[in-house]
């Protein structure tokens, strides 16, 4: 039975040493810098470790503070919003295109609140079992990037506006796409439109909705509506219910901050009676795979997740090599129009 | 600047040596034993390693063949079904349920082929990088248990069916689900039922394909068309296409392996003019946040993504305590009912 594996231990340094003929300083002489044992005991000792399967090339390395090779994600949201997320799985997906065969691994925490995740930062980088982090989420006045610093803690930024931090940071600019969209709403005739907003603290959702204001106000509207909907499906249905409850005029479109939320508006709206784009034209934000096949297909920003994995890992590494980062690489939105913003006029 | 990190190198066991006037030697032996130098020249050793930041933790538990508290997830699939899954981001929250506080951490690996598959599990337990393994997407003749066992490593097999391994297994039971489905499709009476199914190898494509084609026999009926939609949207539709596509009397039904599946199926269907469920009656599986917010809303067979993460973290930890564990754990799937599969007769 392979569950047996459970009883079998794990060879330890004395076993090596027993096996060897020789004692545990010497071997840890022996594994670590090869010096103060001579030849034959020393190739005694590592036929010992490889016979017993006790392999010690990463302690080893930890010990003379090579790096391991491994990034750490150490990633503060809700169960909720992890239960289907956007982002995540593509995100991880362009960090692991970079990492070189075996020689690298993702090491992920998922962590419930700031005090946690600072111990989580401080443990993963403290005992080196993480090279450096690619950090994702930056919030309003988020402690993390003077802490890293203090760690001495090689990290990037992913996904926060250019300047928001000290450490290097990989921007996903939309300005412009947003800026497109609202022209869009502003020629086919739209005067009132709303923006649900995905969170009050993370920066790329303050940024978005900061885009909307710009161009709203350069086409001489005035902002509409701001309601909030958590980046979840659940909440962008609930954002769009209030929006649909206030009174006054009631808005003729809707940019939602992330696609997942703009599922939801769907939904609601259908319930309502309101035909999309005809009664209320809709755009999201992200360009999942599922936009282009929901009905009608939705008109969103698209955001390039996988390559802010790849370009994040890619600057780290070269960091990790010594090498001077970037302070800021930009990567641009791009506005995908299909037909849930409607025509302009 | 903190991109200044890069330049910062780090402390060394050289460095620490150096620092407390000892030798190397006399640093491994009191960082990783305690055993052979004096307690004053141990207390030193310390006070200097601290000072340093150079923190001996992990590298000591591992000299020491002490678990390091790493559950490791080695993925092979495709970018474009990590793109936008439906299954991980949740799984990964229930496996970080069960961790607790800093101790412990998930290592993620996605990896491209069997080739690269094999090497990063070798790779990760030969080094003591992890402590174990959840072994998910198990396939038809897959050499992962039996390689698992002859590296003697800890693992538990999730999603898979009962009795498919050797190792311990967290089985998602939808049998009697599907059962209920197919049955209120017959009691409908819906003859030509087609299935959707997600991949060719993996044991859980496999497994809710057979549990379709028993319940179909039961209730008198030919299991109908089978289509291979790969797991993601684009499939689905691609899938739906072709089901529409054959010659003869066009079934009446779909039962799709995945809600995203599903999704794809949605839009085809509606493209086409077929309205769901009366002219095409529509089941997916999995239950993602998305199925109620469907138009429709979605019929479905709910799986506990989330419980299988958690079920299968604490199984291995247990293992890595030295229990022995069950060597099945059935988590049911529940059928929900929404408007796509329409109603009974």
Redesign the interface.
């Known amino acids: 039975?392979?569950?047996g594996?459970?009883?079998?231990?794990?060879?330890?340094?004395?076993?090596v040493a027993r096996r060897a003929g020789v004692?545990?300083?010497a071997v840890?002489?022996a594994l670590?810098?090869g010096?103060?044992v001579s030849t034959g005991t020393r190739d005694r000792i590592r036929q010992a470790a490889v016979e017993l399967?006790?392999?010690?090339?990463?302690?080893a390395r930890?010990?003379?503070?090579k790096?391991?090779g491994?990034i750490g994600l150490v990633v503060r949201r809700s169960?909720e919003i992890?239960?289907?997320?956007?982002f995540?799985?593509?995100f991880?997906?362009g960090i692991?295109?970079v990492?070189s065969?075996?020689e690298h691994?993702?090491?992920?925490?998922?962590v419930p609140d700031a005090q946690?995740e600072a111990?989580?930062y401080?443990?993963?980088f403290?005992?080196?079992?993480v090279d450096g982090f690619l950090v994702t989420d930056l919030r309003v006045d988020d402690e993390r990037?003077a802490m890293?610093?203090r760690?001495?803690?090689?990290?990037v930024v992913v996904g926060a506006p250019e300047g928001s931090s000290?450490?290097?940071t990989i921007t996903n600019d939309a300005e412009e796409a947003i800026r497109g969209l609202v022209r869009r709403f502003a020629d086919a005739g739209h005067r009132r439109i709303a923006h649900v907003q995905g969170d009050r603290h993370m920066l790329h959702a303050l940024q978005r909705r900061r885009h909307w204001e710009q161009a709203m106000r350069e086409f001489g509207l005035e902002p509409g509506p701001v309601e909030y909907g958590g980046y979840?499906?659940?909440g962008g249905?609930q954002a769009t219910e209030r929006i649909l409850a206030r009174g006054g005029e009631r808005p003729t479109a809707v940019f939602y901050g992330s696609d997942?939320m703009a599922?939801?508006g769907?939904?609601v709206l259908?319930e309502s009676g309101l035909a999309i784009p005809a009664d209320m034209a809709v755009a999201g934000f992200d360009d999942?795979?599922?936009a282009s096949?929901?009905?009608p297909p939705m008109t969103t920003v698209r955001s390039k997740?996988?390559a802010l994995g790849s370009a994040g890992a890619r600057i780290l590494l070269d960091?990790?090599k010594?090498?001077?980062?970037p302070?800021s690489t930009v990567l641009t939105g791009e506005l995908c129009i299909r037909d849930s913003s409607g025509d302009p006029a």
């Open positions: 039975m392979t569950a594996n459970t009883g079998r231990k794990r060879p330890t340094i004395s076993d004692t545990k300083g840890s002489r670590n810098s010096t103060g399967g006790w392999s010690p090339s990463y302690a930890a010990l003379n503070g790096p391991l491994t169960p992890l239960d289907f997320d956007a995540f799985p593509s991880l997906s692991e295109s990492l065969g075996e691994a993702t090491v992920i925490r998922f946690t111990a989580t401080e443990r993963l403290g005992d080196r079992f990037p890293l610093h760690l001495g803690a090689p990290a000290d450490l290097p979840t499906i659940v249905a997942l599922i939801g769907y939904s259908g999942i795979p599922l096949f929901a009905s997740h996988r960091m990790l010594g090498q001077e980062p302070l």
